[in-house]
């Protein structure tokens, strides 16, 4: 019910933006609008998985999980904002593993003394969020070695070649994975998937009508918040770093978000932790990569160089905290308060850092 009542955000967004109303209230608005619409963005989807079957759905989940972010991303990308495009990789990656991955572990482990989950899944995933990692630090390593070892003048545009290449192996890596959990193993995860299938509901025109139509409407909600987030930061007291890593990553996802904290809460914590790690392993793989492909062909040019050391810092410690809490296969209470504390202390930091 909340995501319809939320839903009135959305003309009240167009009307400030048609105003010209001051930033801060269109920013306020627009982020409010993006919750039910992302929301949406995914019921649809499950709607049409269900449909497909179980590997076509698979597929399509796998594909669009974070679509909506994507968007919003990519709104930014072709506005300039590349350091908040970069914030945002790094803070949905956060968000997922510490706050949403914590608040499940934390109010599941209220309810139950000790939930267990699909430990073999488990460690493959955490073995992705280390290739992750990696990933994420070689650019910047590469760039370091660049201006240190080799001081190249102009370091952007081999810093922009060796983030494609590290792009292109990330997406086949995805891939890989998508084929490797739908098709050659896919009694890995097998009780995953029979737990999380989705009965439709819905008609299929309905679903693809919602999905167009809420998909235009992240965009224009995207195109608002974007416009306005100069203004309204200034306004509020906020970095933009502090926004793209913290903020936009929570209306992004906020639907799915939600989800995993209710499947944790009644003891379904196979699916709690597949929908945590997993979307977190679909931004570094999937979506971090193709904002660096197309901002190079659509002439906005980004790389995977993170010039903030604590972004690394934050990375590294929620991939060790998240390896730590799910390779054992068992949660309790403890252990979300631990994943809390780390996103809480993050949080602090990147609020208190100068952008």
Avoid: C
Avoid at 106 to 119: D, I, K, P
Avoid at 252 to 271: I, Q, R, S, Y
Avoid at 288 to 315: K, R, S, T
Wanted: net charge negative; aromatic share 10%.
């Amino acid at each position: 019910m909340w995501n319809y009542i939320l839903l009135a955000f959305v003309p009240l967004a167009v009307a400030l933006e048609v105003s010209h109303a001051p930033a801060v209230w269109i920013f306020l608005a627009s982020s409010l609008a993006l919750l039910p619409l992302a929301g949406l963005m995914g019921r649809a989807t499950e709607e049409l998985a269900g449909r497909a079957g179980s590997t076509v759905g698979g597929l399509l989940n796998a594909t669009f999980g974070n679509a909506a972010e994507l968007i919003i991303a990519l709104v930014a990308l072709f506005a300039g904002k590349i350091e908040v495009v970069k914030a945002s990789i790094t803070g949905s990656i956060l968000s997922n593993l510490l706050l949403v991955l914590g608040l499940s572990v934390f109010l599941g482990g209220l309810r139950y003394s000790t939930q267990r989950f699909n430990a073999q899944a488990a460690r493959l995933m955490a073995s992705l969020l280390t290739l992750t990692l990696i990933a994420f630090l070689l650019p910047a390593l590469f760039d370091l070695a660049e201006r240190g070892f080799f001081k190249v003048v102009d370091p952007s545009l081999p810093d922009q070649m060796f983030s494609l290449a590290t792009a292109g192996v990330l997406v086949l890596i995805y891939l890989s994975n998508v084929y490797f959990s739908l098709r050659t193993h896919k009694d890995l995860i097998s009780g995953i998937s029979d737990e999380e299938h989705h009965e439709a509901t819905w008609s299929l025109p309905v679903a693809v009508g919602v999905l167009a139509a809420a998909t235009a409407g992240v965009a224009v909600m995207a195109e608002f918040l974007v416009g306005s987030l100069e203004e309204a930061t200034q306004a509020l007291g906020l970095s933009e770093f502090f926004v793209g890593i913290i903020l936009i990553p929570l209306v992004g996802n906020a639907a799915e978000h939600f989800a995993a904290v209710v499947f944790a809460m009644k003891n379904k914590m196979d699916l709690a932790v597949q929908i945590a790690v997993g979307s977190s392993l679909q931004i570094a793989l999937l979506v971090a990569p193709i904002l660096v492909i197309v901002g190079y062909f659509a002439g906005h040019p980004m790389d995977l160089v993170f010039q903030n050391p604590l972004e690394l810092a934050a990375l590294a410690a929620s991939i060790l905290a998240t390896n730590a809490v799910v390779r054992d296969g068992e949660t309790h209470w403890l252990e979300g308060v631990l994943l809390l504390g780390v996103y809480l202390l993050l949080g602090f930091a990147f609020f208190f850092t100068p952008h």
